[in-house]
């Protein structure tokens, strides 16, 4: 392929969710490292899309609105008419990825193997990663570093509020306080949720026992306000209500939040970029595939992976009615053990010697290591 040493202008078609964009960060935050003249244009679905508007390493975003059908591929191929990218990186493995590569021009089209793409995708890459089991999402888009010769290393996000962001976000967590726990109640797929009651008395435990208040964040979806509604009417301490449209006012909800408790949501993936501990519950998802990557794994709960199995990464088998396995016990152990570890609840902030979760992965750090391992 091209040496990297001469790619000019990177073409990334990442047209999945949430989760995913946020997976996609340390592939341009190490393209713009390796080169930080070199242009970087992603092509994004319209939700996803104001995520990237603010990165620093991100110097265009093109939106492909395929909802539209026909007339969002003409938009999207007037979005990207006479130009030619050096480089595309296409990261989706489904048919949706086909026209903005294909518009791209670019002699070089990295994707992945045949083994791990859908839809006959993999015939648009010129250049593809070695078959490998399916593994975490995170460690699979770095794999198209390593095809390409860019170092991985440190992994980072780059993540964080503008400063007019900033602004609101200490306006917002000014009326509390004590440590905020945000609450993600709704994902994407209704079996993924967990039981409103449920997060009810936890919330009631957060007041109760851990000193902590509590904000229940997500989008303005008329599912994500009646599972919100059913929580406030079943807690005694009301949490306070911070649904609302836009995905950089939940960066920094999530950002300003000292602990999130949430199901396989997009919004889990944005506070592992942003440092903050994340007590996932994965009973329908497996967490090693699509969990926070590398970060607080001793905080999820995890009732997807068989007991006394070995963690596996390749199964996406979905697990039915797993998410009613989970108790409140097994949430407020994961409590106990965040305000033990990386002090949550201390309204000073983490104490001198405190557990903290690191927003950079480095080769070698003994937490994240032991994590990954599954220690």
Known sequence: MTEVESVRSVCVVLLSGLGDVVHGLPVVNALKRDDPTRRITWVVEPLSAPLLRHHPSVDEVVVFDRRKGIRGVWELARAMAGRRWDLTLNFNIYFKSVFPTLLSRAPVRV???????ADGVWLLANVRTPPRPRGHTQDMFLEMLEVIGVETRPVDW?????PEEAAEQGAFFARFDRP???IVPASANPRKDWIPERYAAVIDALDRDFGMDSVIVGGPSEREARLSQRIVAAASSKPTLALGDGIRRLVWLL?????????DTGPVHIARAMEVPVIGLYGHTNPWRVGPWRHC???WVDVYTERGAAPDPSDATPKLQRMEGITEADVLERVARAVERYRVADP???ADGAEE??????EGDSRTEREADGG
């Open 111 to 117: 994707g992945l193997d045949r083994r791990r793409s």
């Open 158 to 162: 780059r993540l964080s509020p503008t």
């Open 180 to 182: 905020v726990a945000a």
């Open 255 to 263: 950002g300003g939040s000292r602990l999130v408790i949430a199901p």
């Open 297 to 299: 794994q001793d905080l």
């Open 348 to 350: 000073a902030g983490p």
């Open 357 to 362: 979760p690191s927003g950079r992965y480095v």
